[in-house]
């Protein structure tokens, strides 16, 4: 059984996490830090295909639509305010899936600390921002 969820709350949330991608990882914030941590240059991060950001579009939309539907269940079972259950779905799911296996792959590639730090903060940045529009909508469509 698929729990119900707010389909404009994850359109909403899907949209939230390429504007946080957009400026998190722009120049002016972290994207000269990421590119030298990554070994990116000027000339390799040049828009040439649209799979990337179709991939990310995916993606994203998938995580939302999870952590919608994650955020249901808890409150079918625990009750109380669904904004609260939503962000702390989120942040458990953050915890237990998203940093700790970031943190993994990144040891194991021998990443800097400090890009795995970046990164994993991205993370925890979007998927609060998904569970506070997926928390504000509420379950179900309107």
Do not use: C
């Not at 899907?14 to 957009?22: E, I, L, Q, R, W």
């Not at 990144?106 to 928390?135: C, K, S, Y």
């Amino acid at each position: 059984m698929v729990p119900e969820t707010n389909i404009w709350a994850v359109l909403f949330a899907t949209a939230s996490s390429m504007a946080v991608g957009a400026i998190w990882y722009s120049r002016r914030v972290f994207g000269t830090y990421w590119m030298k941590a990554v070994g990116h240059d000027e000339e390799s991060v040049r828009p040439g295909s649209a799979a990337p950001l179709v991939v990310t579009v995916v993606v994203s939309f998938l995580t939302a639509w999870v952590l919608a539907g994650a955020a249901a269940i808890v409150q079918a079972f625990y009750g109380g305010s669904f904004l609260a259950n939503a962000l702390l779905t989120a942040l458990i799911l953050w915890a237990g899936f998203t940093a700790a296996r970031m943190i993994t792959h990144d040891a194991f590639d021998r990443r800097p600390a400090g890009l795995t730090v970046l990164n994993i903060a991205h993370e925890l940045v979007t998927l609060l921002l998904m569970a506070l529009i997926i928390g504000l909508f509420g379950i179900g469509a309107p």
